[in-house]
């Protein structure tokens, strides 16, 4: 999944619209797998009808006078009419909707239309699914639980997924890969774990800090201790054991400024991680107080905001051997595989 | 009772609603979903008939229509006589003088579909016919259906546009109301009683075959 993430009005939903073709931009190539969707060179366009895209919208845009049912059976045309009742029931049934086919749009909960839209972008058999902040208009207890569920389908589905959002927790809960925009331009984009290791991202650093994110298992479970042992490419952690499950994925995000370097490994201390570590990169930046520090623990890079003074003190060079300490409760975590599949009251 | 007025009246009503429906919902859904420059024209040209006293637009539809102009000569040689002070000569005044009966709730019908509702419906992979068809149609029915109540009662009540361009002619161009007002001329107070009751029955009905109508559509807003 792609998340497109930046402030308001940089551009995020134009994207979007564009790739849908709803949005007609005056200089774009957008091609779809061997497609070509818009070419302004060629004066190719094809309608929003013709493209195979599902677009899950912000403010659902279910269609109020059709049943559930119906709103997924209107986005099947391309099926037999006999067989369109059915799968449209086999889609609301992947969201957990079986209760509620025939209920009109307003007789459910913004949650509920919210998984509604959803079957009905996935009714398409889209090659692209495209998602317009949709988390932004349920309440965070609903917003969770959408996640997880979009989380689970993009692993059982295989059709690329782009996320729009302005709010960072959505990425870092669900992106592979990230745009990030500003004012209408991409700032930076790749793999989510190289493009949060990177120092230099001051418009990421000024929203939500610097952070480094892998992806890391759970090995062990301590729960006398209320630890877990989180293992990753070339190392493990210590963190809050939470609600965390024995042998799950989960993905971590160690925020930059929680990170404090050691030239020798302290002894007597309160936290749990300390980590052997190689210095990768010193990144000062003239706009900004600290200096960024990127460190490789086996193949995962984190990033560590310190003083100037403190640079100079450990004198930090590219190469050098440290230890990373890292409080075990400043750790964020999301677990991937937590599959919530409740359904909402 | 002059039944032929009557007669004369609901054909008048149920053609003026016949002419302008389909064009109605064109140009209304036209003016809701497109920007175009000219629109304040266009919008205030469509609604002039709701303003001008009906005596006014008779006189220019006569003098647009008569035998001394292009258009009206233009008629004369399709159907064969004259358009003013014949029945089709009603028609087409009652239908201009319609436009605005019919485009504005038409026009607001089709602007209260939210505009992601109409993308949401492209991207389903509804060609636009089907898009309108099976989505717009059904969300802006209420805006329809007011614009048809609204034409053909104020096609019933007309009075001057029908006295200007169709006059008086028994059972051609004499409607209900051009009868009230020939009886009251007449002092006969009886005939004109019983002929403004069928006005008011006729409406009535309308009224409530309408709100049963718009009752079975069901609430559409989610």
Known sequence: MLAIFGPSGSGKTTILRAVAGLYRPAHATIRCGSHSWTDTRTATFVPPYRRAVGLVFQEYALFPHLTAVRNVMTALSHQPPAERQHKAEALLKLVHLSEQLSRKPHELSGGERQRVALARALAREPAVLLLDEPFAAVDRSVRRRLQTQIDSLRRTLDVPLVLVTHDFDDVVRLATHVLLLEHGRAVASGPISTLMSRPDLSWLRDAVGLGSVFDARVARVDADRGLAELTFDGGALLAPAGHLQLNTAVRVRVPAREVVLAAIPPTGLSLHNVLPATVAGVHADATFEAVVVQLTVGRVVLLAEVTRDAVARLSINVGQRLHALIKSVSIDLVAADADDTNEEQ | MDWAALRISLWLGAGTIAILLPLG???????????FTGKLLVEALVTVPLVLPPTVLGFYLLVTFGARSPIGQAFQAVIGHPLPFS???????????????????????????????????????LTPWQQFRRIELPLAWPGVLTASILTFAHTLGEFGVVLMVGGNLPGQTRTLSVAIYDRMQAFDDRGAGVMAATLLVVSVATLMITTALSRRAGPTRG
Do not use: H, K, T, Y
Not at chain 2, 25 to 35: H, I, K, P, Q, S
């Open chain 2, 87 to 125: 029945f089709q000569g009603l028609l087409v005044a009652s239908a201009i003088a319609n436009i605005p009966f019919v485009v504005q709730p038409i026009q607001r019908g089709f602007e209260a579909i939210p505009s992601d509702v109409r993308d949401a419906a492209a991207c389903c992979g």
């Open chain 2, 25 to 35: 919902v064109w140009f209304g859904r036209l003016l809701a979903v497109r920007d």
